[in-house]
């Protein structure tokens, strides 16, 4: 079974399931949704140790990100109003409008995907998913650190 297993995550790590949207990489684009989605709550903008936590990136990390980004009118920083030391970045118009366009293409795919598998068995899935997520946390693993490349028998 465990053999199974890997063969199971070695097919979904090579699916590649985010793809590079509008010249942007996957990374940059989860970072854009994730200001996008958390906006509301900080209307000035995050600062970056708010996204290095949301996203479990490191903070350099999430900079160069944000450099990137920013060097392709993505996002904008700006002075914190009330610390000046600190920065807030925010999604510029046409980064707003990327991670909307990304996020109707994450629903779409999802929803395809609820389709193909029926609703039942997309159900197990999550709650699967979900189940694996607290044991790797619980076990300190990165699933991407896994041996993927078939070596492994298992």
């Known amino acids: 079974m465990p053999h199974k297993l890997l063969i199971a995550l070695q097919q979904l790590h090579r699916a590649k399931w985010t793809q590079a949207a509008e010249g942007n990489k996957p990374s940059e684009?989860?970072?854009?949704?994730?200001?996008?989605?958390?906006?509301?709550?900080?209307?000035?903008?995050?600062?970056?140790?708010?996204?290095?936590?949301?996203?479990?990136?490191?903070?350099?990390?999430?900079?160069?990100?944000?450099?990137?980004?920013?060097?392709?009118?993505?996002?904008?920083?700006?002075?914190?109003?009330?610390?000046?030391?600190?920065?807030?970045?925010?999604?510029?118009?046409?980064?707003?409008?990327?991670?909307?366009?990304?996020?109707?293409?994450?629903?779409?795919?999802?929803n395809k995907l609820v389709d193909f598998l029926g609703e039942e068995d997309s159900n197990k899935l999550a709650e699967l998913l979900l189940k694996v997520q607290a044991f790797a946390q619980e076990h300190r693993l990165e699933i991407e650190r896994l041996p993927m490349n078939g070596d492994d028998e298992g």
């Open 29 to 110: 684009m989860t970072l854009m949704l994730c200001i996008a989605r958390n906006i509301c709550s900080a209307k000035q903008g995050l600062k970056v140790s708010e996204i290095s936590r949301l996203l479990g990136l490191t903070p350099p990390t999430v900079t160069q990100l944000i450099n990137s980004l920013e060097a392709k009118g993505m996002v904008v920083r700006q002075a914190d109003a009330n610390d000046r030391r600190a920065v807030r970045v925010s999604l510029t118009e046409q980064g707003g409008k990327a991670a909307e366009r990304a996020k109707e293409h994450r629903t779409a795919t999802l």
